[in-house]
Protein backbone atom coordinates (compact mmCIF):
# COMPACT_ATOMS: atom_id res chain seq x y z
CA UNK A 1 0.00 0.00 0.00
CA UNK A 2 1.42 2.83 -0.84
CA UNK A 3 1.58 5.67 2.28
CA UNK A 4 1.14 9.01 1.74
CA UNK A 5 3.32 12.10 3.40
CA UNK A 6 2.09 14.04 6.35
CA UNK A 7 0.38 16.38 3.55
CA UNK A 8 -1.64 13.65 2.15
CA UNK A 9 -0.43 14.33 -0.92
CA UNK A 10 1.64 11.46 -2.82
CA UNK A 11 4.15 11.68 -5.82
CA UNK A 12 3.56 10.94 -9.26
CA UNK A 13 5.84 7.59 -8.77
CA UNK A 14 3.90 6.17 -6.06
CA UNK A 15 0.60 6.67 -8.46
CA UNK A 16 3.09 4.90 -11.21
CA UNK A 17 3.70 1.80 -8.99
CA UNK A 18 0.08 1.63 -7.84
CA UNK A 19 -1.95 2.45 -10.99
CA UNK A 20 0.14 -0.13 -12.61
CA UNK A 21 -0.84 -2.69 -10.08
CA UNK A 22 -4.29 -1.56 -9.77
CA UNK A 23 -4.95 -2.12 -13.61
CA UNK A 24 -3.01 -5.01 -14.07
CA UNK A 25 -5.09 -7.01 -11.87
CA UNK A 26 -8.18 -5.82 -13.13
CA UNK A 27 -7.29 -6.41 -16.37
CA UNK A 28 -5.77 -9.89 -15.91
CA UNK A 29 -3.02 -8.61 -17.86
CA UNK A 30 0.69 -6.85 -17.29
CA UNK A 31 0.27 -3.04 -17.42
CA UNK A 32 3.07 -0.96 -17.42
CA UNK A 33 2.75 2.57 -16.60
CA UNK A 34 5.27 4.57 -18.97
CA UNK A 35 4.04 8.23 -17.61
CA UNK A 36 2.30 10.07 -15.07
CA UNK A 37 1.47 13.86 -14.93
CA UNK A 38 -0.24 15.43 -12.44
CA UNK A 39 -2.79 18.16 -13.88
CA UNK A 40 -3.32 21.27 -12.46
CA UNK A 41 -6.57 22.78 -11.81
CA UNK A 42 -8.19 19.81 -10.66
CA UNK A 43 -9.25 21.53 -7.34
CA UNK A 44 -12.08 19.07 -6.43
CA UNK A 45 -9.55 15.84 -7.07
CA UNK A 46 -6.02 15.17 -7.48
CA UNK A 47 -5.83 14.56 -11.12
CA UNK A 48 -3.27 12.49 -13.02
CA UNK A 49 -2.72 12.00 -16.44
CA UNK A 50 -1.12 7.98 -17.30
CA UNK A 51 0.61 6.90 -20.56
CA UNK A 52 -0.18 2.81 -20.35
CA UNK A 53 1.52 -0.03 -22.29
CA UNK A 54 -1.44 -3.04 -22.27
CA UNK A 55 -0.83 -5.96 -24.13
CA UNK A 56 1.49 -4.16 -26.94
CA UNK A 57 -0.79 -1.62 -27.26
CA UNK A 58 -0.52 2.49 -25.48
CA UNK A 59 -3.44 4.24 -24.67
CA UNK A 60 -4.03 7.20 -21.95
CA UNK A 61 -6.13 7.09 -18.25
CA UNK A 62 -6.65 9.73 -16.41
CA UNK A 63 -6.99 8.90 -12.33
CA UNK A 64 -8.41 11.48 -10.26
CA UNK A 65 -7.99 10.35 -6.21
CA UNK A 66 -9.39 12.01 -3.15
CA UNK A 67 -7.59 14.48 -1.88
CA UNK A 68 -7.47 15.08 1.63
CA UNK A 69 -9.48 18.35 0.91
CA UNK A 70 -10.85 20.06 -2.14
CA UNK A 71 -13.03 22.57 -3.10
CA UNK A 72 -16.42 20.92 -3.58
CA UNK A 73 -17.17 18.49 -0.91
CA UNK A 74 -18.68 15.49 -3.38
CA UNK A 75 -19.36 12.06 -3.08
CA UNK A 76 -17.21 10.24 -5.63
CA UNK A 77 -19.70 7.27 -6.62
CA UNK A 78 -22.41 10.59 -7.72
CA UNK A 79 -19.42 12.04 -9.99
CA UNK A 80 -18.76 8.67 -11.06
CA UNK A 81 -22.25 7.75 -11.47
CA UNK A 82 -23.19 10.01 -13.81
CA UNK A 83 -20.05 9.81 -16.12
CA UNK A 84 -21.42 5.77 -16.55
CA UNK A 85 -24.88 6.83 -16.74
CA UNK A 86 -24.15 9.58 -19.58
CA UNK A 87 -21.44 7.62 -21.07
CA UNK A 88 -24.06 5.68 -23.44
CA UNK A 89 -25.72 8.48 -24.87
CA UNK A 90 -25.08 11.27 -26.99
CA UNK A 91 -23.26 14.04 -24.60
CA UNK A 92 -19.91 13.28 -25.20
CA UNK A 93 -17.79 12.04 -21.73
CA UNK A 94 -14.98 10.36 -20.91
CA UNK A 95 -15.59 6.30 -20.82
CA UNK A 96 -15.75 5.66 -16.97
CA UNK A 97 -13.58 2.71 -16.05
CA UNK A 98 -13.17 2.04 -12.61
CA UNK A 99 -14.32 3.49 -9.10
CA UNK A 100 -11.95 2.31 -6.27
CA UNK A 101 -13.26 3.09 -2.88
CA UNK A 102 -11.05 1.71 -0.87
CA UNK A 103 -8.34 3.26 0.14
CA UNK A 104 -5.87 0.24 0.01
CA UNK A 105 -4.32 0.99 -3.19
CA UNK A 106 -3.57 5.17 -2.77
CA UNK A 107 -4.95 5.85 0.63
CA UNK A 108 -7.80 7.16 -0.91
CA UNK A 109 -10.60 6.06 -3.14
CA UNK A 110 -9.99 7.11 -6.59
CA UNK A 111 -11.96 6.73 -10.24
CA UNK A 112 -9.83 5.91 -13.55
CA UNK A 113 -11.48 6.89 -17.12
CA UNK A 114 -9.87 6.76 -20.34
CA UNK A 115 -8.31 9.72 -21.48
CA UNK A 116 -9.33 11.76 -24.68
CA UNK A 117 -7.60 12.36 -27.75
CA UNK A 118 -5.65 16.08 -27.84
CA UNK A 119 -7.22 17.35 -25.06
CA UNK A 120 -7.77 21.34 -25.80
CA UNK A 121 -9.27 23.50 -23.26
CA UNK A 122 -8.68 26.57 -23.47
CA UNK A 123 -10.63 28.85 -25.64
CA UNK A 124 -8.53 32.04 -25.49
CA UNK A 125 -6.37 31.47 -28.37
CA UNK A 126 -9.57 30.54 -30.87
CA UNK A 127 -10.64 32.16 -33.58
CA UNK A 128 -13.78 34.01 -33.96
CA UNK A 129 -15.28 30.90 -36.28
CA UNK A 130 -14.12 28.37 -34.17
CA UNK A 131 -15.41 29.92 -30.79
CA UNK A 132 -18.73 30.38 -32.49
CA UNK A 133 -18.50 26.52 -33.76
CA UNK A 134 -17.73 25.65 -29.82
CA UNK A 135 -20.55 27.67 -28.44
CA UNK A 136 -23.16 26.43 -30.70
CA UNK A 137 -22.31 22.87 -29.61
CA UNK A 138 -21.90 24.00 -26.16
CA UNK A 139 -25.74 25.40 -26.13
CA UNK A 140 -26.68 22.43 -28.18
CA UNK A 141 -25.64 19.66 -26.07
CA UNK A 142 -26.54 21.50 -22.90
CA UNK A 143 -30.15 21.51 -24.06
CA UNK A 144 -29.81 18.21 -25.22
CA UNK A 145 -28.50 16.95 -21.69
CA UNK A 146 -31.51 19.10 -20.24
CA UNK A 147 -34.21 17.10 -22.53
CA UNK A 148 -33.36 13.82 -21.01
CA UNK A 149 -35.38 12.26 -19.12
CA UNK A 150 -33.26 11.64 -15.82
CA UNK A 151 -35.32 8.39 -14.67
CA UNK A 152 -34.56 6.70 -18.25
CA UNK A 153 -30.95 6.58 -17.28
CA UNK A 154 -31.44 5.72 -13.79
CA UNK A 155 -29.97 8.82 -12.26
CA UNK A 156 -32.92 8.06 -9.49
CA UNK A 157 -30.76 5.70 -8.30
CA UNK A 158 -27.72 7.68 -7.05
CA UNK A 159 -29.33 10.93 -5.99
CA UNK A 160 -32.09 12.36 -5.01
CA UNK A 161 -35.10 13.30 -7.13
CA UNK A 162 -36.75 16.37 -6.22
CA UNK A 163 -39.86 18.02 -7.09
CA UNK A 164 -40.98 20.50 -9.78
CA UNK A 165 -42.03 23.23 -7.09
CA UNK A 166 -39.69 22.81 -4.44
CA UNK A 167 -36.10 22.15 -6.32
CA UNK A 168 -35.49 25.88 -6.31
CA UNK A 169 -35.97 26.22 -2.71
CA UNK A 170 -34.15 23.08 -1.84
CA UNK A 171 -31.06 24.60 -3.47
CA UNK A 172 -30.80 27.65 -2.27
CA UNK A 173 -31.58 26.48 1.77
CA UNK A 174 -28.36 23.88 0.49
CA UNK A 175 -26.31 26.19 -0.61
CA UNK A 176 -27.17 29.04 1.61
CA UNK A 177 -26.04 26.48 4.81
CA UNK A 178 -22.78 25.97 3.25
CA UNK A 179 -22.16 29.91 3.55
CA UNK A 180 -23.79 29.65 6.69
CA UNK A 181 -21.16 26.73 8.33
CA UNK A 182 -18.14 27.93 6.11
CA UNK A 183 -17.91 31.60 6.06
CA UNK A 184 -15.35 32.95 7.64
CA UNK A 185 -15.91 36.80 7.77
CA UNK A 186 -19.39 38.06 7.30
CA UNK A 187 -21.19 38.37 3.58
CA UNK A 188 -23.18 40.90 3.89
CA UNK A 189 -24.09 40.92 -0.32
CA UNK A 190 -24.50 37.12 -0.63
CA UNK A 191 -26.55 37.07 2.43
CA UNK A 192 -28.83 40.34 0.79
CA UNK A 193 -28.96 38.14 -2.34
CA UNK A 194 -30.49 34.95 0.04
CA UNK A 195 -32.64 37.30 1.56
CA UNK A 196 -33.66 38.19 -2.42
CA UNK A 197 -33.69 34.79 -3.75
CA UNK A 198 -35.96 33.57 -0.33
CA UNK A 199 -38.71 36.39 -1.05
CA UNK A 200 -38.79 35.90 -4.93
CA UNK A 201 -38.69 32.22 -5.55
CA UNK A 202 -39.32 30.82 -9.37
CA UNK A 203 -41.91 29.26 -10.90
CA UNK A 204 -41.44 25.62 -10.59
CA UNK A 205 -39.26 24.08 -12.91
CA UNK A 206 -40.77 22.83 -16.17
CA UNK A 207 -39.22 19.27 -15.70
CA UNK A 208 -36.79 18.13 -13.27
CA UNK A 209 -33.00 17.54 -15.20
CA UNK A 210 -30.27 16.24 -14.84
CA UNK A 211 -28.02 19.35 -14.16
CA UNK A 212 -24.51 19.37 -14.86
CA UNK A 213 -23.67 21.60 -11.70
CA UNK A 214 -20.37 23.40 -13.41
CA UNK A 215 -21.33 23.91 -16.57
CA UNK A 216 -19.05 26.26 -17.83
CA UNK A 217 -15.65 26.60 -20.25
CA UNK A 218 -13.18 24.81 -19.07
CA UNK A 219 -14.63 21.98 -18.21
CA UNK A 220 -14.80 20.64 -21.58
CA UNK A 221 -12.46 19.39 -23.74
CA UNK A 222 -12.57 20.05 -28.10
CA UNK A 223 -10.30 18.98 -30.87
CA UNK A 224 -8.55 20.83 -33.52
CA UNK A 225 -11.39 20.38 -35.71
CA UNK A 226 -13.55 22.57 -32.83
CA UNK A 227 -15.31 19.02 -32.13
CA UNK A 228 -16.44 19.51 -28.46
CA UNK A 229 -14.89 15.97 -27.21
CA UNK A 230 -15.65 15.42 -23.70
CA UNK A 231 -17.69 17.12 -21.08
CA UNK A 232 -16.11 16.98 -17.85
CA UNK A 233 -16.38 17.70 -14.11
CA UNK A 234 -19.51 16.02 -13.22
CA UNK A 235 -18.65 16.17 -9.54
CA UNK A 236 -21.64 19.00 -8.51
CA UNK A 237 -24.10 17.00 -10.79
CA UNK A 238 -27.63 16.39 -9.11
CA UNK A 239 -31.17 16.92 -10.89
CA UNK A 240 -33.33 19.84 -10.24
CA UNK A 241 -34.24 22.49 -12.79
CA UNK A 242 -32.71 22.53 -15.82
CA UNK A 243 -32.22 26.61 -15.87
CA UNK A 244 -29.63 26.44 -13.03
CA UNK A 245 -27.25 24.78 -15.81
CA UNK A 246 -27.91 27.32 -18.46
CA UNK A 247 -27.54 30.20 -15.88
CA UNK A 248 -24.54 29.06 -14.40
CA UNK A 249 -22.37 29.05 -17.81
CA UNK A 250 -23.90 32.89 -18.37
CA UNK A 251 -22.35 34.43 -15.14
CA UNK A 252 -20.18 36.70 -15.79
CA UNK A 253 -16.95 35.14 -14.10
CA UNK A 254 -16.52 32.46 -16.94
CA UNK A 255 -16.98 35.93 -19.50
CA UNK A 256 -13.76 37.50 -18.16
CA UNK A 257 -13.50 40.88 -19.93
CA UNK A 258 -15.98 39.86 -23.02
CA UNK A 259 -18.87 40.23 -20.60
CA UNK A 260 -21.14 39.85 -23.83
CA UNK A 261 -19.77 36.64 -24.69
CA UNK A 262 -21.12 33.25 -22.81
CA UNK A 263 -18.49 31.53 -21.80
CA UNK A 264 -15.90 33.76 -23.93
CA UNK A 265 -17.58 32.42 -26.89
CA UNK A 266 -21.10 33.36 -28.35
CA UNK A 267 -23.38 36.04 -27.64
CA UNK A 268 -25.84 35.83 -24.63
CA UNK A 269 -28.98 35.57 -26.46
CA UNK A 270 -27.85 33.03 -29.33
CA UNK A 271 -26.92 31.00 -26.16
CA UNK A 272 -30.17 30.97 -24.44
CA UNK A 273 -31.68 30.73 -27.90
CA UNK A 274 -29.90 27.49 -29.02
CA UNK A 275 -30.28 25.75 -25.79
CA UNK A 276 -34.26 26.18 -25.92
CA UNK A 277 -34.55 25.00 -29.42
CA UNK A 278 -32.58 21.91 -28.25
CA UNK A 279 -34.08 21.35 -25.25
CA UNK A 280 -37.90 22.22 -26.32
CA UNK A 281 -38.30 24.35 -23.17
CA UNK A 282 -38.78 27.74 -22.68
CA UNK A 283 -36.50 30.60 -21.09
CA UNK A 284 -38.72 32.80 -18.82
CA UNK A 285 -36.71 36.09 -18.11
CA UNK A 286 -37.77 36.34 -14.32
CA UNK A 287 -36.75 32.56 -13.93
CA UNK A 288 -33.57 32.94 -15.48
CA UNK A 289 -32.71 36.24 -13.52
CA UNK A 290 -33.65 33.98 -9.80
CA UNK A 291 -31.06 31.37 -11.44
CA UNK A 292 -28.81 33.53 -12.41
CA UNK A 293 -28.39 35.08 -8.78
CA UNK A 294 -29.13 31.71 -7.05
CA UNK A 295 -25.24 30.40 -8.83
CA UNK A 296 -23.91 33.76 -8.12
CA UNK A 297 -24.68 32.88 -4.51
CA UNK A 298 -23.59 29.36 -4.78
CA UNK A 299 -20.51 29.72 -6.14
CA UNK A 300 -19.81 32.21 -3.30
CA UNK A 301 -20.54 29.15 -0.93
CA UNK A 302 -18.20 27.18 -2.77
CA UNK A 303 -15.64 29.76 -2.91
CA UNK A 304 -15.77 30.04 1.13
CA UNK A 305 -15.65 26.73 1.40
CA UNK A 306 -12.48 26.60 -0.41
CA UNK A 307 -11.05 29.36 1.59
CA UNK A 308 -12.16 27.98 4.96
CA UNK A 309 -10.72 24.20 3.56
CA UNK A 310 -7.25 26.69 3.29
CA UNK A 311 -7.78 28.32 6.42
CA UNK A 312 -7.92 25.62 8.49
CA UNK A 313 -4.99 23.53 6.99
CA UNK A 314 -7.25 21.16 5.51
CA UNK A 315 -6.34 21.91 1.77
CA UNK A 316 -2.56 23.84 0.92
CA UNK A 317 -3.65 24.33 -2.70
CA UNK A 318 -3.18 27.69 -4.18
CA UNK A 319 -6.06 27.29 -6.13
CA UNK A 320 -7.90 26.99 -2.81
CA UNK A 321 -6.71 30.69 -1.83
CA UNK A 322 -7.23 31.78 -5.15
CA UNK A 323 -10.90 30.66 -5.28
CA UNK A 324 -11.49 31.60 -1.76
CA UNK A 325 -10.44 35.23 -1.83
CA UNK A 326 -9.76 36.39 -5.27
CA UNK A 327 -12.90 34.27 -6.80
CA UNK A 328 -15.26 35.64 -3.99
CA UNK A 329 -14.12 39.34 -4.57
CA UNK A 330 -15.32 38.77 -8.00
CA UNK A 331 -18.41 37.20 -7.77
CA UNK A 332 -19.63 39.56 -4.88
CA UNK A 333 -19.14 42.34 -7.31
CA UNK A 334 -20.99 40.62 -9.86
CA UNK A 335 -23.89 40.16 -7.31
CA UNK A 336 -23.74 43.72 -6.56
CA UNK A 337 -24.77 44.14 -10.18
CA UNK A 338 -27.59 42.06 -9.75
CA UNK A 339 -29.09 43.32 -6.41
CA UNK A 340 -28.33 47.21 -6.93
CA UNK A 341 -31.76 48.56 -6.08
CA UNK A 342 -31.96 50.45 -9.22
CA UNK A 343 -31.82 47.22 -10.89
CA UNK A 344 -34.57 45.30 -9.37
CA UNK A 345 -36.45 47.97 -8.99
CA UNK B 1 16.45 49.57 8.44
CA UNK B 2 12.62 49.13 8.42
CA UNK B 3 11.68 46.59 5.50
CA UNK B 4 8.99 47.93 3.04
CA UNK B 5 6.77 44.30 3.34
CA UNK B 6 4.78 44.94 0.28
CA UNK B 7 7.56 45.91 -1.57
CA UNK B 8 9.93 42.72 -0.53
CA UNK B 9 6.52 40.86 -1.39
CA UNK B 10 6.40 42.05 -4.49
CA UNK B 11 10.08 41.58 -5.61
CA UNK B 12 9.85 38.18 -4.00
CA UNK B 13 6.93 36.98 -6.32
CA UNK B 14 8.72 38.65 -9.26
CA UNK B 15 11.94 36.31 -8.73
CA UNK B 16 9.89 33.16 -8.16
CA UNK B 17 7.94 34.14 -11.18
CA UNK B 18 10.46 35.23 -13.77
CA UNK B 19 13.67 33.36 -12.09
CA UNK B 20 12.36 30.15 -10.61
CA UNK B 21 9.64 29.02 -12.14
CA UNK B 22 11.13 29.11 -15.82
CA UNK B 23 13.48 26.40 -14.48
CA UNK B 24 10.54 23.84 -13.61
CA UNK B 25 9.89 20.64 -15.74
CA UNK B 26 6.46 19.98 -14.12
CA UNK B 27 3.60 21.93 -15.90
CA UNK B 28 1.43 21.00 -12.54
CA UNK B 29 4.47 23.00 -10.59
CA UNK B 30 4.81 25.41 -13.07
CA UNK B 31 1.00 26.58 -13.06
CA UNK B 32 1.13 26.41 -8.76
CA UNK B 33 3.82 28.50 -8.32
CA UNK B 34 2.64 31.03 -11.07
CA UNK B 35 -0.60 30.87 -9.04
CA UNK B 36 1.51 31.26 -6.10
CA UNK B 37 3.38 34.16 -7.32
CA UNK B 38 0.18 36.13 -8.37
CA UNK B 39 -1.25 35.48 -4.32
CA UNK B 40 1.59 36.72 -2.65
CA UNK B 41 1.43 40.12 -5.33
CA UNK B 42 -2.18 40.21 -3.73
CA UNK B 43 -0.86 39.54 -0.22
CA UNK B 44 1.82 42.97 -1.23
CA UNK B 45 -1.21 45.11 -1.53
CA UNK B 46 -3.21 43.69 1.27
CA UNK B 47 -0.08 44.31 3.55
CA UNK B 48 0.51 47.90 1.93
CA UNK B 49 -3.31 48.79 2.35
CA UNK B 50 -5.53 46.17 4.17
CA UNK B 51 -5.52 47.73 7.39
CA UNK B 52 -6.74 51.60 6.16
CA UNK B 53 -9.25 49.22 3.74
CA UNK B 54 -10.87 48.32 6.81
CA UNK B 55 -10.76 51.52 8.90
CA UNK B 56 -12.55 53.10 6.15
CA UNK B 57 -14.93 50.66 5.83
CA UNK B 58 -15.30 50.66 9.61
CA UNK B 59 -15.86 54.06 9.89
CA UNK B 60 -18.44 54.27 6.79
CA UNK B 61 -20.26 51.53 8.68
CA UNK B 62 -20.52 53.58 11.61
CA UNK B 63 -22.08 56.29 10.28
CA UNK B 64 -24.84 54.33 8.78
CA UNK B 65 -25.41 52.58 12.51
CA UNK B 66 -25.87 56.16 13.60
CA UNK B 67 -28.52 56.66 11.01
CA UNK B 68 -30.25 53.44 11.59
CA UNK B 69 -30.07 53.73 15.34
CA UNK B 70 -33.98 53.13 15.70
CA UNK B 71 -33.41 49.25 14.09
CA UNK B 72 -30.54 49.11 16.58
CA UNK B 73 -31.03 46.55 19.96
CA UNK B 74 -29.22 48.00 22.81
CA UNK B 75 -26.59 44.86 22.50
CA UNK B 76 -25.94 46.26 19.11
CA UNK B 77 -25.10 49.56 20.01
CA UNK B 78 -22.24 48.35 22.41
CA UNK B 79 -20.66 46.50 19.74
CA UNK B 80 -21.08 49.84 17.44
CA UNK B 81 -20.16 51.78 20.09
CA UNK B 82 -16.91 50.16 20.94
CA UNK B 83 -13.51 51.41 20.21
CA UNK B 84 -10.94 49.22 18.22
CA UNK B 85 -8.35 47.85 20.72
CA UNK B 86 -5.43 47.96 18.29
CA UNK B 87 -3.96 48.20 15.23
CA UNK B 88 -3.01 45.04 14.72
CA UNK B 89 -4.95 43.25 11.97
CA UNK B 90 -6.08 40.40 13.61
CA UNK B 91 -8.33 43.08 16.48
CA UNK B 92 -9.17 45.27 13.18
CA UNK B 93 -10.57 42.29 11.03
CA UNK B 94 -12.12 40.95 14.33
CA UNK B 95 -14.25 44.63 15.09
CA UNK B 96 -14.68 44.95 11.57
CA UNK B 97 -16.39 41.33 11.57
CA UNK B 98 -18.15 42.05 14.64
CA UNK B 99 -19.92 45.59 12.86
CA UNK B 100 -20.79 43.95 9.76
CA UNK B 101 -22.84 41.34 11.77
CA UNK B 102 -24.28 43.99 12.69
CA UNK B 103 -24.62 45.58 9.03
CA UNK B 104 -26.28 42.32 7.95
CA UNK B 105 -28.86 42.52 11.01
CA UNK B 106 -29.43 46.35 9.52
CA UNK B 107 -30.23 45.73 6.25
CA UNK B 108 -32.68 43.15 6.63
CA UNK B 109 -34.29 45.28 9.09
CA UNK B 110 -34.25 47.80 6.73
CA UNK B 111 -36.03 45.74 3.84
CA UNK B 112 -38.17 44.81 6.31
CA UNK B 113 -39.73 47.58 7.91
CA UNK B 114 -39.24 50.14 4.42
CA UNK B 115 -36.52 52.11 6.01
CA UNK B 116 -35.86 53.08 2.12
CA UNK B 117 -32.75 55.84 2.32
CA UNK B 118 -31.17 53.52 4.91
CA UNK B 119 -31.33 50.57 2.65
CA UNK B 120 -30.03 53.02 -0.25
CA UNK B 121 -27.14 53.68 2.00
CA UNK B 122 -26.23 49.65 2.55
CA UNK B 123 -25.96 48.99 -1.05
CA UNK B 124 -24.01 52.22 -1.49
CA UNK B 125 -21.93 51.48 0.94
CA UNK B 126 -21.57 47.71 0.20
CA UNK B 127 -20.64 49.33 -3.55
CA UNK B 128 -17.82 50.92 -2.14
CA UNK B 129 -16.63 48.60 -0.07
CA UNK B 130 -15.94 46.16 -2.89
CA UNK B 131 -14.89 48.53 -4.50
CA UNK B 132 -12.17 49.14 -2.17
CA UNK B 133 -11.33 45.61 -1.66
CA UNK B 134 -11.36 45.02 -5.61
CA UNK B 135 -8.11 42.47 -6.06
CA UNK B 136 -5.86 44.29 -9.17
CA UNK B 137 -3.17 42.23 -8.22
CA UNK B 138 -4.36 39.07 -9.96
CA UNK B 139 -6.06 38.93 -13.74
Redesign the interface.
Known amino acids: MIKAGETGLITTDQVQIAAAEYLGEKWGTSVTVCNV?????GASRETYKLSLEVDGETRGVILRRDPPSSLIDTERHLEYGAYDRIYPTDIPVPEPLFLENSPDFLEQPFSIMAAVENPMSDVAQLSNDQKQKIGQQKYDLLGRLAAKDPLALKFDEIMTVPKVVSTAAEQLAYWQGIINEDEI?????A??AI?WLAANLPPPAQKISIVHGDYRTGNFLFNDQAQITAILDWEMCHLGDPLEDLAWSLDPLWSGEELALAGRLIPHGQAIQIWCEASGLSCNEQALKWWRIFVSVKAVAIWISSSENFENGEGK???L??AG??MT?RQ??IL?DY???EVLS | MIPHADDALRMLSQRLMTQLLPDLKSLYSLSDGALIGLLINAIADETAEGIQRRLDDIAEMKRIFIAGEALLSSKDKEVTGAELSSYRLTDVNDHHDALTRILVLLHEASENKGFEALNQSIWAYLRRHTQRHKITAVP
Open positions: EKIFGHPQPIQARDAIAMWVDNRLLAP
